[in-house]
């Protein structure tokens, strides 16, 4: 999977597609614009092509979209699904306790079930495994525990933290 940005890849990509057909359909029937603008373009081996500015500049646009998604694709992070349960201390699941991982950038909140899923990228170096901080407010004092997130080798993982238990 990659992080966050494939429905947006993936519409970028037809979004370029379909201003690529507009724009090549407006290149073979040129008509005059507005203005009365016809670009007449002289490509190698002596072929003319006359088009209308407006269908030139709608092709550039619908090409720069594809090419931008293609390099956005190309630098995205794969990803691995993470979920699990926090409970409190008697065992109760808990809604809104935050889990923190580190390293760090990434955050999940759980639900009423004291459940969460996220996403996280996969580590590309040996620097170890991630780790959870889960902490929450009990009254007027902050609780926050170190839970470990065990990864199995097919990249699921899973935390399963209870307060007062380490």
């Given at each position: 999977m990659l992080a966050g940005?494939?429905?947006g890849i993936v519409a970028a990509i037809i979004?370029?597609?379909?201003?690529?057909i507009v724009g090549a359909v407006g290149t073979l029937w040129p008509r005059r614009t507005v203005s009365g603008?016809?670009?007449?373009?002289?490509?190698?081996?002596?072929?003319?092509?006359?088009?209308?500015?407006?269908?030139?500049?709608?092709?550039l646009v619908g090409g720069g979209l594809i090419v931008g998604a293609g390099w956005t694709a190309s630098r995205a992070t794969p990803t691995?699904?993470?979920?699990?349960?926090?409970?409190?201390?008697?065992?109760?699941?808990?809604?809104?306790?935050?889990?923190?991982?580190?390293p760090p950038q990434?955050?999940?909140?759980?639900?009423?079930?004291?459940?969460?899923?996220?996403e996280l990228p996969k580590l590309t170096d040996d620097s170890g495994?991630?780790?959870?901080?889960?902490?929450?407010?009990?009254?007027?004092r902050l609780r926050a525990e170190i839970a470990k997130v065990d990864?199995?080798?097919?990249?699921?993982?899973?935390?399963?933290?209870?307060f007062g238990r380490q």
């Open positions: 940005g494939a429905p979004a370029g597609l379909v201003l690529l603008d016809v670009l007449e373009v002289e490509l190698p081996w002596s072929i003319k092509v006359k088009s209308n500015v407006m269908a030139i500049g709608i092709m691995f699904p993470v979920s699990g349960t926090i409970t409190l201390d008697d065992g109760r699941p808990a809604y809104g306790i935050s889990i923190g991982f580190i990434h955050h999940a909140d759980t639900q009423t079930d004291g459940r969460f899923s996220t495994s991630y780790q959870a901080v889960v902490y929450y407010r009990d009254r007027d990864i199995d080798r097919h990249w699921n993982g899973r935390v399963e933290h209870r």
